[in-house]
């Protein structure tokens, strides 16, 4: 079992930068492939990025690339989303997931879920 909560969400102006943060609970955190989706209003939830066990290996959604940089540090059982040059496209909830298996974006690998942060771009 593992718990997630997210933390680091809030309102910027476009151009800006955040960085989430995913803290897990468990002892196996280690061994799962972490995953950030986001879920704007009125649309469905999509895959943003997504880090294996080790954090040697990364993907990304074309709209994020080179924008957005994911990280783990297993030592703090932590995922990290640093989110540079916002737009307001870019704004929704975000959420944390953990897959027990290869990293993926695919969002039926994952098991476990956090309850979410917003962020909000302004214009």
């Known amino acids: 079992q593992v718990q997630l909560v997210e933390s680091g969400g809030g309102l910027v102006q476009a151009g800006g930068s955040l960085r989430l943060s995913c803290a897990a609970s468990g002892r196996t955190f280690s061994s799962y492939a972490m995953g950030w989706f986001r879920q704007a209003p009125g649309k469905e939830r999509e895959s943003v990025a997504a880090?294996?066990?080790?954090?040697?290996?990364?993907y990304y959604v074309d709209s994020v690339k080179g924008r957005f940089t994911i990280s783990r540090d297993n030592a703090k059982n932590t995922v990290y989303l640093q989110m540079n040059s916002l737009k307001p496209e870019d704004t929704a909830v975000y959420y944390c997931a953990a897959a027990p298996g290869p990293v993926s974006l695919g969002e039926d690998r994952y098991d476990y879920w956090g309850q979410g942060t917003q962020v909000t771009v302004s214009s």
């Open positions: 880090i294996s066990w080790s954090g040697l290996t990364k």
